[in-house]
């Protein structure tokens, strides 16, 4: 019923405005009104029209929202509109986030010589931030996406070290890769997504020193290890870098984070069965690390 009622209220509005607007266009025939004029007005009132007929639909799809969440059986509503929710935090942060570059290279090409360097960078982080968006877009679907397999971990380390190399040289920052010529069970392009985002963050707060990126063996595991000289995270944040929108002091300071990426990152390893944490002293840098399976476990794994 309420339903009818929506469709011919919003069918009164549109045939009401429709019909100015068909007025307005004969008196401008009929009284010789500069056309261009009669054109803007047209345009306006049709414009109205069609966000008063959205504001309109989105208040009823908010009010049908409610009341199916009122009611006993509206648990598929309820799960809908939580990933409705989370999808709006996300990407009004995202927006939030992705002004600043684009805000710093506006400032930069207003110079007469701008910094050719300073701009690249602020480009990276702008594309990194849309690669972000198109990640989190996939994430929802990743499971029919993953393909676990065997796969080498030092062409994957190189591969994302190469992405951030205009980074490593305009800080001064070295890398070690140690240890890494072994095979891990996991899916590649997701993996190096998980390895980006760490590595993104060890260079956002390393001013001096450098990045290792190492293997070590953990029982039938291998974990993966990339530890920085940056400035440490504080005790009381690191519980909860990996939470949505989390930022820490760091990110408070520093105006760079998101609280995207890390979030990000656990709910990947989570679906591709990796674990993944991290450890830091304030003041003297901080090592992630993700667990992975061996990759001659993969049988193993299959059977479970």
Request: charged residues 30%.
């Amino acid at each position: 019923m309420e339903k009818d009622e929506f469709r011919k209220e919003s069918i009164v509005i549109l045939c009401a405005n429709l019909t100015a607007a068909a007025l307005l266009i004969a008196a401008g025939f009929l009284y010789d009104i500069n056309p261009e004029f009669v054109f803007y007005e047209t345009a306006f009132l049709l414009i109205v029209t069609a966000a008063a007929l959205l504001i309109r639909y989105g208040q009823y799809r908010r009010r049908k929202r409610k009341e199916a969440l009122e009611t006993d059986d509206g648990a598929e509503e309820r799960k809908q509109y939580e990933l409705l929710k989370e999808k709006e935090d996300f990407f009004a942060l995202w927006a939030h986030q992705i002004k600043t570059p684009i805000a710093a290279m506006n400032l930069l090409l207003q110079n007469e010589e701008p910094d050719r360097a300073q701009c690249r960078q602020e480009l990276f982080r702008i594309e990194n931030y849309v690669e972000l968006a198109l990640d989190y877009t996939r994430f929802e679907n990743l499971s029919g996406d993953l393909q676990l397999e065997s796969c080498e971990l030092l062409p994957m380390v190189k591969q994302t070290v190469k992405k951030y190399s205009t980074i490593f040289i305009h800080k001064h920052l070295k890398v070690e890769l140690k240890d890494l010529d072994t095979k891990i069970l996991t899916d590649e392009k997701w993996f190096c997504f998980v390895l980006e985002q760490i590595l993104s963050n060890a260079l956002k707060y390393t001013k001096e020193g450098g990045v290792t990126i190492r293997a070590e063996k953990d029982g039938a595991c291998t974990r993966v290890v990339i530890a920085d000289t940056g400035i440490g995270i504080r005790s009381e944040d690191l519980p909860r870098i990996f939470e949505k929108g989390f930022t820490g002091c760091n990110g408070r300071l520093d105006k760079k984070a998101s609280g995207l990426g890390l979030y990000l990152c656990r709910g990947v390893c989570d679906k591709l069965g990796h674990g993944i944490g991290a450890v830091s002293q304030e003041g003297k840098g901080t090592e992630v690390f993700i667990t992975t399976a061996a990759a001659e476990d993969r049988e193993n794994l299959t059977k479970m």
